[in-house]
């Protein structure tokens, strides 16, 4: 079950894939949230960077391949290759149209981590097995399946220290057979088209630092998108160009340094939101890894390239026509 709740808060995340692979556990609790009928309720924990803890519940409903999620009224609902977000009155379906090609080139989870398991306590009132996922032997998330099912009981992200950060956990749980979840019946489609290539002074490189491979390119509402996993936790760095206004950010952000430039890092239930602007452009990076994971990939991003005296020619021509179209 949490496997969904953390999957669904980024509109542009890709869900594990589906291969049969027994080594990873994140597979097998997507195929159980995939193909049992359950409700409950779950907690989300999590540390922020200034160590003030916040913690928010949730009730999930799932049934025939269809999960969604609420705190009372509806907030997401998500299927193997769609996503809808509920906000200012309506469902958004907001996956990329290329999301099952995505989740087919998500690399392996053991490619990162080295994963071990063994017999865990009861969760939410029923036994687990927990798999321990380390990088260079250190232990950086902890997943309690289901032993009977492989459903996600409980997931723990532990920071570079070896602290708990953040914590998805079941309060309870009833599985069943009778439909408690469905799809959306109307919603306003705004996934984002997919693409090939960018041009100039656009950037997708094809890794970023932490293991993160490139699996999705899009473009969305005006800035391109491009999405990275590293077989557990996703990336999707956004790029729009033109200059960065912190005055738009939301409140509570910290000074971090990203390579040469300042940036903004923000933290919420889902993970970690980092904005910085760099040459021409201004980057959003969004992951719902640990912090220092997801700093360490936003400093790997390349510098833009400058743009050539064409390209400032056709975008200064370009605001002019915006601007008489709209006079």
């Not at 996503?83 to 490619?111: C, I, Q």
């Not at 996934?191 to 290539?197: E, V």
């Not at 999705?216 to 005006?222: K, S, V, Y």
């Not at 939301?250 to 430039?261: K, L, Q, T, W, Y």
Request: glycine content about 10%.
């Amino acid at each position: 079950m949490a496997a969904a709740v953390l999957a669904l808060p980024l509109g542009a995340s890709v869900t594990p894939s589906m291969a049969e692979n027994g080594s990873d556990p994140l597979a097998q609790a997507a195929e159980a949230a995939r193909s049992l009928t359950f409700s409950g309720d779950v907690t989300v924990s999590w540390i922020d960077q200034r160590s003030v803890s916040h913690s928010t519940r949730l009730h999930v409903d799932a049934g025939a391949g269809v999960v969604r999620i609420g705190g009372g009224p509806a907030l997401a609902a998500s299927t193997t290759d769609q996503r809808w977000l509920f906000r200012h009155g309506e469902w958004d379906l907001v996956s990329p149209v290329a999301a099952p090609a995505a989740a087919a080139r998500r690399p392996a989870a053991d490619v990162k981590y080295a994963i071990s398991k063994t017999d865990g306590p009861a969760v939410a009132g029923r036994p687990t097995t927990v798999s321990e996922l380390r990088v260079g032997g250190v232990i950086r998330e902890r997943l309690y399946l289901d032993r009977q099912t492989n459903l996600l009981l409980r997931r723990d992200l532990l920071d570079a220290a070896g602290y708990i950060v953040r914590t998805v956990a079941s309060d309870s749980i009833v599985l069943g057979d009778e439909l408690v979840a469905r799809k959306p019946d109307h919603s306003v489609d705004r996934q984002p088209a997919a693409m090939t290539a960018v041009r100039s002074p656009y950037r997708a490189p094809a890794s970023l630092a932490g293991g993160y491979e490139r699996i999705g390119m899009f473009r969305r509402d005006g800035a391109v998108q491009v999405v990275y996993s590293d077989g557990v936790h996703t990336l999707s760095l956004f790029e729009q160009s033109g200059r960065l206004d912190r005055s738009a950010l939301p409140e509570g952000g910290d000074a971090v340094r990203i390579g040469s430039v300042n940036g903004v890092r923000l933290e919420w239930s889902g993970g970690q939101v980092v904005v910085w602007a760099a040459g021409p452009s201004t980057y959003t990076l969004v992951g719902d890894g640990s912090g220092d994971d997801v700093l360490a990939a936003a400093g790997s991003v390349p510098w833009p390239a400058k743009l050539s005296m064409w390209q400032r020619v056709h975008r200064a021509c370009a605001g002019i026509v915006d601007a008489v179209s709209l006079g």
